[in-house]
């Protein structure tokens, strides 16, 4: 008997039915060990022997440990298949030391897509345990345990604050910072102009380019009423321009792409992407036997395998067309680890509608995701769009307009996308000519006010993750997941929002870690790790230099920081008894009180800096500004107060954490 040692207990039963009787299959459910709580500061790493890791079993994997020794003392030969990235790697080191095989002749197989013809050419071509890879995934466990468990219990003791990570709390920072510039944001009012203009007994709207050749926006109604005035009601076509645009199709998608695309489409949260793309990798029962759907779903690739590009396009040719067959258009990432490719279908020919009562039978979200992965890959493989925009100049009186329109020339890759048409909106333009007059029905002006930066949906900071280099695809959805079970953000109409912890947590890491929070850190600590994987950096080198750097700057900080840090108004004491004043967090904000409370009760509100609304008061035209009732209530009042005594009500759009400004 051989035995095939895997992680998810669903791939077991495909893969047993591929090998057929003589094999067995044994599914580990994950990882079987993790580092103990031993040793220095319960890292489970002896720091002073080349921080060789301690492992035990994790207790709900005793059985399973147990089981797996019964059955691999049966077995001829053991064949580790675990996933094909670092954690998998891991995974069939852990299994290998723990039935104390030989690293350098158990055989390793490596398949991408959980198919026949890819589960017997991995048993053709087994190999080794890629022991750097394992290096390198041990590094980050034991980089993240030492972090996580010395920051955590500090900030834990220090200010309440529940954890503390390499990865998480450089996520943190950026929602928190992003929060600070909307907080921050003054918005301010400007005008646009545009005019109704009859062609050929059709109404278009044209959109103001410049006056006397100043392009400048429009920041006054004088500005707006001075252009009004200038156009007659003729204006002249003064140039025509065409141009040709070819659209490429996007490539196909890695793990950060699908989940972003997922939450654009369908709302699917980045886990909820991960588990049904989980569940299509590892497949269903289709025409009596089971198939994976997918390709693996944690990849940076989008790169595509020769076996799938030739029948895709001889299929594209034969359904479509020849003039629908694209190229082969390679793009990698410069961080992509490129381990293997992108998540494509697992063949041409299952596609979406074949299978759809199967998939929705299991469930609908199943069915959109793999129809979302099925098409994004065809279409990537397709000719291109191409289009012809016309841009028209008009002019009246040193006023200059312009007018845009669309004609779809070639549909190419959009043809796999039934909603393809709704994308074509645009008026097409009629022909025109160099001279002609067109008659201006009305020229309309319109107020605007300039917006504050948007919050991250879960699919944009998803992709800022990936941009910044913080984490890897395999960690995106739980890095979220902690932030929100921490309680350091809330969601908020489908955007992530920081508490009040998560603020005061990001401020006092700024404080005391400022290189540990930073970005730029997190993202050179992975590409380290990845120089692991290629030889060119060594485990105990880089673990010894992180540790010395790491727990001086440690041992500084726990030395100076005090409990919920009281903070002393430079220069002021009390004037009711004399003792320091303090700044204080009440109900409604900060406010200033004395040191010597509950014996003394004096308080005072801190003046904060006048914020313009962008508007001007419509009884005296002077600027309206925020201010903030006894109660901490904003509302909207005249600058001019007290000899203006305008004010409105003030509807915040979205609930703000606190006062988001860095200690």
Request: hydrophobic fraction near 30%; include cysteine; glycine fraction near 6%.
């Amino acid at each position: 008997m051989k035995l095939v040692v895997v992680e998810s207990p669903t791939k077991s039963h495909a893969i047993k039915e591929y090998l057929g009787k003589d094999f067995e299959v044994f599914a580990t459910k994950g990882h079987l060990r993790d580092l103990s709580k031993k040793g220095t500061g319960g890292f489970g790493v002896d720091v002073n022997d080349g921080f060789k890791a301690n492992y035990e079993i994790s207790p709900s994997k005793y059985e399973t440990v147990k089981e797996l020794k019964k059955i691999a003392k049966k077995a001829d030969e053991i064949y580790l298949a675990s996933d094909p990235d670092r954690e998998g790697e891991a995974i069939a080191w852990h299994v290998a030391d723990i039935l104390n095989l030989d690293v350098n002749t158990t055989k390793r197989l490596e398949f991408h897509e959980i198919t026949r013809p890819a589960v017997r050419e991995a048993l053709e071509h087994p190999r080794t345990i890629l022991m750097k890879n394992v290096a390198s995934q041990e590094s980050r466990r034991i980089i993240d345990r030492i972090i996580g468990f010395k920051l955590s219990g500090l900030l834990q003791k220090k200010m309440s604050s529940r954890s503390a990570g390499r990865v998480q709390s450089a996520a943190l920072k950026l929602i928190v910072d992003r929060e600070r510039e909307i907080s921050n944001f003054v918005s301010e009012t400007y005008y646009t102009i545009s005019l109704l203009l009859n062609i050929c007994g059709t109404e278009y709207v044209a959109k103001f380019k410049s006056i006397d050749g100043n392009s400048d926006r429009i920041n006054s109604i004088e500005r707006v009423n001075e252009i009004l005035s200038r156009i007659g009601k003729e204006i002249t076509v003064t140039n025509i321009k065409k141009s040709q645009n070819v659209t490429n199709s996007k490539p196909p998608f890695k793990t950060s792409t699908l989940q972003q695309d997922a939450y654009s489409a369908y709302k699917f949260s980045s886990s909820v992407t991960m588990k049904l793309a989980q569940e299509l990798f590892e497949g269903i029962e289709i025409n009596g036997e089971h198939v994976g759907l997918i390709t693996y779903l944690r990849t940076d690739s989008v790169r595509l395998s020769p076996t799938f590009i030739a029948p895709a396009f001889e299929y594209i040719k034969s359904y479509y067309g020849r003039q629908y067959v694209g190229t082969v258009r390679i793009t990698e990432d410069k961080n992509s680890q490129d381990a293997h490719e992108g998540i494509r279908p697992t063949s041409i020919f299952r596609t979406p509608y074949s299978i759809k009562e199967v998939l929705c039978a299991k469930s609908t979200s199943l069915y959109k995701l793999y129809k979302l992965i099925y098409n994004r890959t065809i279409a990537s493989l397709m000719a291109p769009r191409v289009s012809e925009t016309t841009t028209i100049t008009l002019e009246s009186n040193g006023v200059v307009f312009s007018l845009s329109g669309t004609d779809l020339i070639f549909e190419g890759y959009q043809k796999i996308y039934k909603n393809f048409e709704e994308e074509e909106e645009e008026k097409k333009l009629p022909e025109l000519r160099i001279g002609e007059n067109l008659s201006v029905i009305k020229p309309e002006s319109k107020e605007e006010h300039t917006e504050p930066p948007s919050r991250y949906s879960e699919g944009k900071f998803i992709n800022l993750l990936e941009d910044k280099g913080i984490g890897r695809p395999s960690t995106y959805a739980s890095t979220v997941e902690t932030l929100k079970k921490r309680k350091y953000i809330t969601v908020e109409k489908g955007t992530f929002i920081p508490t009040e912890q998560g603020v005061r947590t990001v401020q006092v890491l700024e404080k005391y870690f400022p290189e540990l929070i930073n970005v730029e850190y997190t993202a050179n600590m992975e590409l380290d790790l990845d120089r692991i994987t290629e030889g060119l950096e060594t485990k105990e080198h880089l673990l010894s230099e992180f540790y010395e750097d790491f727990t001086k700057q440690f041992d500084d900080v726990s030395k100076r920081m005090y409990k919920d840090e009281t903070e002393y108004v430079e220069g002021r004491t009390c004037p009711k008894c004399g003792a320091p004043l303090i700044k204080r967090k009440g109900k409604f904000g900060e406010f200033i009180g004395c040191s010597n409370f509950p014996t003394c009760n004096y308080t005072e509100t801190i003046e904060e800096p006048i914020k313009y609304t962008g508007e001007n008061c419509p009884d005296c035209g002077k600027p309206l500004i925020y201010k903030k009732s006894k109660k901490g209530k904003t509302f909207i009042s005249c600058s001019n107060y007290p000899l203006c005594k305008f004010v409105k009500s003030y509807k915040k759009p979205s609930k703000s954490p606190l006062n988001l400004k860095s200690e």
